[in-house]
């Protein structure tokens, strides 16, 4: 059996990417320019580095972002004041408050205090109710990044077979949501779920975002299935060196899968994309403005 197909995040994201430049532009007659704030507390280095990314990905789609450094002493209550005046400034469509946050301070009254209509990551509990109502909602990026990947095979997943190893209001219960609204038949499991093995094979769609490096075996995959992999593990080669590698064994996998995402080079590039395409929808629905058509 040949090797599965690989889906290539960083070209479906760099498509993205160009068309939300080509929606900003069409912005512009109109006097809109969306603007993305991104706070970073603290100085962990995996979150500068993301923040980074943002800031050079909102640059190149004409988004204007700023940007709110803080010092790791940073109280909460601090926080919370800055949160609550960029939800006041009507330069800021989007607010990124940047996890993890120091300890110290409460995730959730700190997702809670930003402004719903806001909330480009789609965490807070009003955009969480939204989506699984079925309404119109704000959607977390990477399970959005997510779907798209899953379009480019299965344009019509209608009636597939789902299964999502994860349960994570980030990732896991969003993406499962998302498989729901497109008809599939979905299954949560998680690294407690019973024989977790024959439940991925029976999966014509396998998202993993369990947290564990290499847990999901070729053998537990479906012959022709898609693998989404979401998993981000840092891991160290027999040399010293380390390497990223995702919740599934792909070596193993993509022998038997139909198609599979790369780690890395899969899910994650699509993650910054679908932050910029929330940015643009939040800054035009602000504004009463309709978003520009994709092409």
Not at 12 to 38: D, H, S, Y
Not at 115 to 140: E, I, Q, S, Y
Not at 141 to 155: D, E, F, V
């Amino acid at each position: 059996m040949a090797d599965a197909q690989l889906i290539d995040g960083k070209a479906v994201a760099a498509k993205l990417r160009a068309q939300i430049g080509r929606n900003v532009a069409a912005l512009e007659p109109r006097n809109v320019t969306p603007g993305l704030a991104t706070v970073l507390v603290g100085e962990d280095p995996a979150s500068q580095v993301y923040v980074r990314n943002k800031i050079r990905a909102c640059a190149e789609a004409g988004i204007r972002s700023i940007e709110h450094g803080l010092a790791a002493t940073t109280g909460q209550a601090e926080l919370l004041e800055l949160i609550a005046r960029l939800n006041q400034d009507q330069a800021v469509d989007g607010i990124l408050v940047q996890l993890p946050l120091p300890a110290g301070i409460d995730t959730e009254t700190v997702i809670e205090a930003i402004d719903p209509a806001k909330d480009v990551d789609g965490f807070h509990p009003v955009n969480v109710g939204r989506l699984a109502a079925g309404r119109d909602a704000l959607v977390p990026c990477t399970p959005q990044g997510c779907m798209i990947l899953l379009r480019t095979i299965h344009a019509d997943p209608t009636g597939l077979d789902a299964v999502v190893v994860g349960r994570s209001n980030i990732v896991g219960k969003p993406v499962a949501q998302l498989l729901l609204a497109a008809h599939c038949t979905v299954t949560i499991a998680h690294s407690r779920t019973r024989d977790l093995a024959a439940r991925c094979r029976a999966a014509d769609i396998l998202i993993a975002a369990v947290g564990r490096a290499a847990m999901i075996q070729g053998n537990w995959v479906k012959p022709g299935a898609v693998v989404i992999d979401v998993g981000i593990n840092r891991i160290e080669k027999p040399d010293g060196k380390t390497k990223l590698i995702g919740d599934v064994d792909f070596e193993t996998a993509r022998q038997i899968a139909g198609a599979i995402t790369p780690v890395p080079g899969g899910v994650g590039p699509m993650t910054i994309a679908c932050l910029l395409h929330n940015t643009v929808i939040t800054a035009c629905r602000r504004r009463g403005v309709e978003p520009p058509m994709s092409s």
